[in-house]
């Protein structure tokens, strides 16, 4: 079974600087790695993707995260965040090959200052 | 993208009615669905997977007399929380594949008095 850690509940930065979120997983089988948003009241929207190939992966809004299977991690990065990046975002790892079955971290928040 | 739709997207009910929430893939078809529940600042956990023809898969804990699943067709999966309690109370979202990847409806905020 897989399982997926978000150590930081929150992040606070002030606009413009850099931010990485960090999430680690665990999976005895090789997976499909996802990084989702949900802004207040809101579905989630998938800001990037890693599948397969390069494991720096390039998303929406100027994120991307960076796959790295010895640590097995795959945090989220930005190098300057806006305060409309305000949200929480959720890691999420599901088993390659087989159905879309998600397996979501407890997720982050970043909170953005003037 | 594909498009997911939730209806309605919040709802408040007395305690011991039933609730229906709908959940539609607008421009594709989906054999399969799933129906999520999320406490307030926590993550997404899975209740059941909803299947085109054929029952409800429900994760352990979830009671499905409880969160009934209908998978009445390739685009429209419903659930309905029956007999609703205060602990009911929660954010329901849907999602539903394509390919590799999952899309997820805008979410029912549920509110049981």
């Known amino acids: 079974a897989q399982s997926v850690t978000q150590l930081d509940s929150q992040v606070p930065v002030f606009e413009e600087a850099p931010v990485e979120l960090r999430c680690n997983y665990s999976s005895s089988v090789s997976v499909y790695l996802f990084w989702y948003v949900q802004y207040p009241n809101q579905g989630l929207q998938l800001l990037l993707k890693?599948?397969?190939?390069?494991?720096l992966v390039k998303g929406i809004n100027g994120f991307e995260a960076e796959f790295n299977k010895s640590q097995t991690s795959f945090h989220l990065r930005k190098p300057s965040v806006h305060i409309s990046d305000t949200a929480e975002y959720f890691c999420a790892v599901s088993e390659s090959g087989a159905t879309n079955k998600l397996i979501f971290g407890t997720g982050t928040l970043l909170a953005v200052q003037p | 993208g594909a498009v997911v739709s939730q209806h309605p997207s919040w709802v408040i009910c007395k305690s011991g009615t039933s609730v229906k929430i709908e959940c539609r893939s607008l421009?594709?078809?989906?054999?399969?669905m799933f129906w999520y529940r999320q406490f307030p600042k926590q993550s997404l956990m899975l209740m059941a997977t909803?299947?085109?023809?054929?029952?409800?898969?429900?994760e352990q804990g979830v009671e499905k007399d409880k969160f009934l699943i209908n998978h009445a067709s390739l685009t429209l999966s419903t659930l309905t929380v029956t007999s609703a309690h205060p602990e009911d109370s929660s954010f329901y979202i849907c999602s539903a594949p394509l390919g590799l990847l999952e899309f997820f409806g805008p979410g029912t905020r549920l509110t049981v008095l």
């Open positions: 890693y599948l397969s190939g390069s494991t």
């Open positions: 421009d594709f078809q989906a054999t399969t």
């Open positions: 909803s299947n085109e023809g054929s029952k409800a898969t429900y």
